[in-house]
């Protein structure tokens, strides 16, 4: 067969081998079932790499237009198995050669849970968020209103990678109460603690790296590690949080490159990791040359005494990198968190900040200045906690009053959240699916595993909805759970007769 | 220390050892006086022979850039005499430990050059962002305070992980006059544009896959490719935008997955793809079903005629993902950027998003939405491009008049920078050196070389500084100039007598 090849053209040989082969084809010099050169005997013909030759095969198997055998050739694709390659293209455009594209996404659970609760009239107990009266709004926004007239910086400049540094001493205060003994230089401002996770990771953890989580954990954690490739160990929680024992038995015999946790109203099971574990396993990161990630996202929202002080409070050599977000405490929509981390860390994380987004916006980190600045957040952290107490004791009142036998509930100590436990052999994933037709919805608890998926949790907010609204849709669970365990008793009962 | 080694790439093992280490000293990843693993450790950790590590060890202390001392081990070179060191640490808790904790980060260019410029009293031709008379900040800011103050949901609620939806919304006129017939449902607001090459190498880019960046490129888009382990292809730029020719070559022996392209007004050469160009690049990576990243940030900025359309608005087939940063054109603190895809693409973008930050704040969002619903926008540009137009006329002018013999520079139809070349045998990292004594900067241009890097280029831009500032600053830039040249051909007769 011979192709004219144009050397100048700017038109890949390949290319130029492709579509003749294919004008060809649709011409009827070459018919189905026809034998093609080998690679090796064409190549030479034409005088090209064998290489040209096999990729050009390559894209003509996957325009359909021919096929190889394994063992006999490459053979003239029959005109019915063929695709209408350029019928096709006229009629709607195929973009089906995305799908041969790989991804870097072993999962997207979060992104997923967003797209599944779009609907407009279900009561979310699926929001570990505050409700807008628990939102300083109104404060914020004078603030912002004022400062954005007044200080045109915050739209003319892109502020600096590792944050703004008025921000990061505006809050040096608030994390000295917390024992955290820090320097500015030492915080980096993220766009929301989701962002740290997913920067810490990035810089850390590649392929087959040993990284251990909490079991259960918040999805998007498990997201962003399986992203990266890390193997996944998982160490369960009791009522101190994570155990330490069985973490210290996996360190034998595969020291962690990074443990995560979030010791403080854990989300999604509300446990507080004790003053003796937060010590055993900062030990223990020691021991192994581990990092740290502590995430603290609820640690001021106690109802009764504050929690222990986080676990960087008690690193001396720069093991933890410690996580603040405000978006529990303060507001969502400024997607402002903070990381501290010591050492080389803080200088490859901002690095790494520098890669990902050159910076957070100056507008948000502006926009909560005088919030850490004034007295504001002290005046309203204990309201906050005071209404969270009294949506949390309404819930755990409805659940004692009308939820069936046989289901247990969390009574976190702080947080915005509680888990429920429904017998070991029932489905909250199945229940979900009743709530939902009753407009109520939670998160199921599966989706909290990384490894070992077990389903018969669940965890219920109560910090999103209005309190007459979250007595309502308590309620509500509460027959649908009396309900969905009556017919599963039921059913178990025909099974075993 | 982790390096990705490419076993196939056809540089040896030592070479991609020593650059490496070269990069990681040269962002600061790697500090003076630190020390280098043993040579047999390094061997075993990088599966190679003992043999190859000792080469690279060798011709990085030819490069000056370590030592070895003798019964001690190999050390990166401080540029002082003393070693203060291990003395400034020995107060402090010793944090040693981190250094053996091996990062993914190859090089962190961006944040280098952010870090070495910090100086108030320095006249930054570097900055490739607009002067603040430039910005609208005026009309953002008052539509922003009154914005926080009638809606409180923007301090409230999280907002789509895709961006808000009144947005995307408002934005596809804009789009529509660019070509690009769009929908809401194909865009995703970012966090500025940056996160848009980041997200997009975290998604379909991992070790060895083959990406292709023009040279020279901007520099924050080598990082985010290094870091992702890619195997980089560069191809030159000429005056009609990147040779295809040599990318068609280089597609028949090694297909990309992806090509980068920063088509119109290119950062940071200034010039401009032409439409033939952009046509036959997508028929190219139709053909190698390969992903176009096409990164706009000024092609709004045009002082003749307007630039071809996007190569976007040629795609049929979902090939081309396209970025649109604000930054450059309207205001840079608010940190907002679009990406534009098809297909399965725009979902898969969407799940890594959640990954990364659960979305864009929606303050920042709001605040450019009331710009994007009104006139604003069409009365903004043209006399941006007016403003913009005058400040070139004004270097280019001044260069013209005093720059010496033997400098070029190009002459930019639109954009933001000026790319000049000096005679091949001069060092434009040397001359930044005599600039900033003379308190200006500008960005040297070897930092925008992916691979082989030539040091005879720098670029400078003409939209950051006031206009007699700006004046000065290039008339100041030009003395230098003429005293650096002179004194290069001096030493140079000396040399060659």
């Known amino acids: 067969m011979h192709i004219d090849l144009d050397r100048h053209s700017g038109r890949t040989l390949t290319e130029q081998i492709r579509t003749a082969i294919i004008d060809r084809i649709q011409s009827g010099l070459l018919q189905e079932g026809e034998k093609l050169p080998s690679v090796r005997s064409f190549s030479s013909q034409l005088e090209v790499s064998q290489m040209t030759v096999f990729h050009a095969y390559e894209l003509l198997e996957l325009d359909g237009m021919i096929e190889r055998v394994h063992?006999?050739?490459?053979?003239?694709?029959?005109?019915?198995?063929r695709l209408p390659f350029q019928d096709q293209r006229s009629a709607k455009?195929?973009?089906?050669w995305q799908n041969r594209v790989a991804d870097y996404l072993p999962r997207v659970q979060y992104w997923r849970m967003m797209m599944q609760t779009p609907l407009l009239d279900v009561a979310k107990l699926t929001m570990a968020?505050?409700?807008?009266?628990?939102i300083p709004a109104d404060w914020i926004s004078r603030q912002l209103a004022h400062y954005a007239q007044e200080d045109h910086t915050l739209l003319t400049e892109y502020g600096p990678i590792q944050g703004d540094s008025k921000l990061r001493e505006a809050v040096l205060p608030y994390f000295r109460e917390k024992s955290i003994n820090v320097t500015a230089s030492e915080i980096m401002i993220l766009n929301g603690s989701q962002q740290g996770i997913d920067l810490?990771?990035?810089?850390?953890?590649?392929?087959?790296d040993c990284v251990v989580l909490e079991e259960p954990v918040y999805p998007c954690t498990i997201d962003v590690f399986r992203k990266r490739g890390a193997t996944i160990y998982t160490v369960p929680i009791d009522d101190e949080g994570m155990c330490v024992d069985q973490l210290a038995a996996l360190c034998d015999t595969r020291p962690p490159k990074l443990i995560y946790t979030?010791?403080?109203y854990q989300n999604p099971t509300g446990t507080v990791m004790s003053a003796r574990r937060r010590a055993q396993l900062l030990e223990l990161a020691q021991s192994y040359h581990s990092i740290i990630l502590e995430d603290d996202a609820t640690s001021d929202l106690y109802f009764g005494d504050p929690p222990p002080p986080p676990i960087k409070s008690l690193d001396k050599y720069g093991h933890v990198i410690y996580l603040k977000g405000i978006s529990k405490m303060i507001s969502p929509g400024c997607r402002i968190g903070f990381l501290i981390a010591d050492?080389?860390?803080i200088a490859r994380l901002i690095g790494a900040k520098g890669i990902s987004d050159l910076g957070t916006p100056l507008i948000t980190q502006k926009a909560l200045l005088p919030f850490f600045m004034s007295s504001q957040l002290k005046k309203h952290l204990p309201f906050l906690r005071e209404k969270l107490k009294q949506r949390r004791n309404l819930v755990l009142r409805t659940l004692h009053k009308l939820a069936p036998a046989g289901v247990n509930w969390s009574k976190p100590d702080g947080g915005l959240s509680i888990w429920v436990t429904l017998p070991a052999t029932m489905n909250a994933e199945e229940l979900h699916t009743y709530a939902m037709k009753e407009g109520i919805s939670f998160l199921p608890g599966h989706v909290c595993f990384p490894v070992q998926q077990q389903y018969h949790h669940f965890r219920i907010c109560f910090s999103y909805l209005d309190e007459p609204l979250l007595e309502q849709a308590v309620t509500t669970l509460c027959r649908v759970l009396r309900e969905f365990v009556q017919s599963n008793r039921h059913s178990q009962q025909v099974i075993s007769m």
């Open 129 to 134: 968020a505050l409700h807008d009266s628990l």
């Open 93 to 96: 455009p195929s973009m089906d």
């Open 71 to 81: 063992g006999k050739g490459t053979f003239v694709r029959s005109q019915s198995a």
């Open 343 to 345: 050492g080389t860390f």
């Open 200 to 208: 810490v990771a990035s810089t850390f953890i590649g392929p087959g």
């Open 262 to 264: 979030n010791p403080t």
